[in-house]
């Protein structure tokens, strides 16, 4: 009877058919008591045969990039950050938000290259039409036979308490994105992933908006195409900041699969956590055959039976949750898929005010085809204080006057009302506290 309502609800909607039942596959899981976690007897650290080395990558042929398709994520709002419109409308490096560095690196591109890669970005119903507004002052952006962009679904939210429908005044409220791991599926019933394979695109790179560090490379355009690899992961030694996050991992039978932080058993976090057993993370940057994927869609319905992530939640205190799913999973359902060890320099994601002071300062260089640059060997660990930092109203008013220099800068730590104005320069490891309200300038923190 439970989801007689969510079938009501999702045909109200206007949702294709689908939509319906990908939902359906999740909700039946969580009906039988799936608790969307992955145990540690599951699964072992992946074998070094299946991460492959950059800098061991070696080419016979030129890349492709005739044959190559550029994807972005761009549905994601930053409302952790105080932001109500899309995040990639931010100023993030030279008075340039993300979407102007995206077209301009996609245009730079094309003209070194005298070929016409297209750019695809995936939209939530929350950003397509503030994004596309503002793209289209890139006027040779979009290409005549491929859409700049397609729209990702929704899910409908559950009430913990019954597996039903959650109900709100405010309809927006009840549903769910269903996590990136829809994209595929996406491609699919848009009939973009048609339109890029009758253009005579081959391969997809596909990447985060806000890790402006996923740029084209053709060495790993090349390696893919040459190896006719299904699916590649980007991925990077994982640290202490990442060890909070999902990690790399393969079963006992050697096929490479993700586990997310929600996957992993509250008893298990301790080796969950453990860089040393678990080395690599998802960057998730994404190397995609359109072919291969064509072919798994066409036998599983034009879905792809992802790993299951629920996502609990509380809305206006009824406690929900969210059925998702991430497309790095889909590395588990590609035979041959592999593993891409490479430099930290590609992963440059904005999650948080820390990363944009990272990202602003002179750690990081902008250049002239508007790819970012690490300035120095490795970015620094910045630790701001949510009191003050976290929102990005706060942030840009104690960071009107100026942005410190952070070159010579390994971690530092904020605590404190804390403004900065010009000619402020931070070195080697610093914990800096005030209790006070106060504006630091034109002196050196060491």
């Not at 190397?287 to 792809?304: C, R």
């Not at 260089?365 to 109203?393: G, M, W």
Request: hydrophobic share 35%; charged share 25%; proline share 5%.
């Amino acid at each position: 009877m439970s989801f007689q309502k969510f079938t009501q609800k999702i045909r109200e909607a206007g949702l294709n058919p689908i939509v319906e039942d990908a939902f359906s596959f999740y909700y039946n899981q969580v009906a039988q008591g799936a608790s969307g976690k992955l145990s540690e007897a599951e699964i072992k650290p992946p074998a070094e045969t299946n991460v492959v080395k950059y800098n061991e990558i070696k080419l016979t042929h030129p890349a492709p990039l005739d044959k190559l398709a550029v994807l972005k994520l761009n549905g994601g709002l930053g409302t952790s950050m105080g932001l109500s419109k899309a995040k990639t409308l931010l100023n993030v490096k030279n008075d340039l938000n993300f979407l102007d560095i995206i077209a301009r690196q996609i245009l730079t591109l094309r003209d070194q290259t005298q070929v016409d890669i297209p750019l695809l970005l995936m939209h939530s119903f929350n950003t397509q039409k503030d994004s596309l507004d503002y793209l289209s002052k890139y006027e040779d952006l979009e290409l005549s036979d491929i859409p700049l962009d397609f729209l990702q679904n929704k899910f409908p939210k559950l009430r913990q308490e019954d597996l039903t429908p959650f109900s709100h005044a405010d309809d927006s409220k009840t549903w769910n994105p269903p996590g990136h791991g829809e994209i595929y599926m996406t491609l699919a019933i848009t009939g973009t992933l048609d339109k890029l394979l009758a253009a005579g695109k081959e391969y997809a790179f596909i990447s985060n908006s806000d890790n402006l560090g996923s740029i084209v490379d053709e060495h790993i355009l090349g390696y893919f195409a040459e190896n006719n690899l299904p699916f590649m992961m980007e991925v990077c030694k994982r640290s202490e900041m990442d060890k909070k996050g999902g990690h790399l991992a393969e079963t006992h039978n050697g096929q490479l699969i993700l586990r997310e932080t929600a996957q992993c058993p509250a008893d298990e976090i301790d080796t969950f956590e453990d860089i040393h057993h678990y080395k690599y993370f998802n960057t998730n940057s994404l190397w995609v055959n359109l072919k291969a994927l064509k072919n798994k869609l066409d036998k599983n319905g034009n879905f792809l039976p992802l790993s299951l992530i629920i996502n609990p939640k509380v809305v206006d205190n009824t406690p929900v949750y969210q059925l998702e799913s991430a497309m790095g999973a889909a590395i588990s359902v590609f035979e041959n898929s592999k593993a891409l060890l490479v430099d930290r320099e590609r992963f440059a994601p904005v999650k948080k005010t820390n990363d944009l002071l990272i990202i602003r300062s002179d750690a990081y260089k902008l250049s002239s085809n508007y790819h970012l640059k690490l300035a120095i060997e490795n970015p620094p660990v910045i630790d701001l204080d949510q009191k003050y930092f976290k929102l990005v109203d706060d942030f840009e008013k104690r960071f009107a006057q100026g942005i410190p220099s952070l070159k010579n800068c390994q971690r530092f730590s904020l605590t404190g009302d804390v403004s900065f104005g010009k000619n402020v320069i931070i070195k080697g490891d610093v914990e800096y506290k005030s209790d006070k309200p106060i504006t630091l300038q034109n002196c050196t923190l060491k």
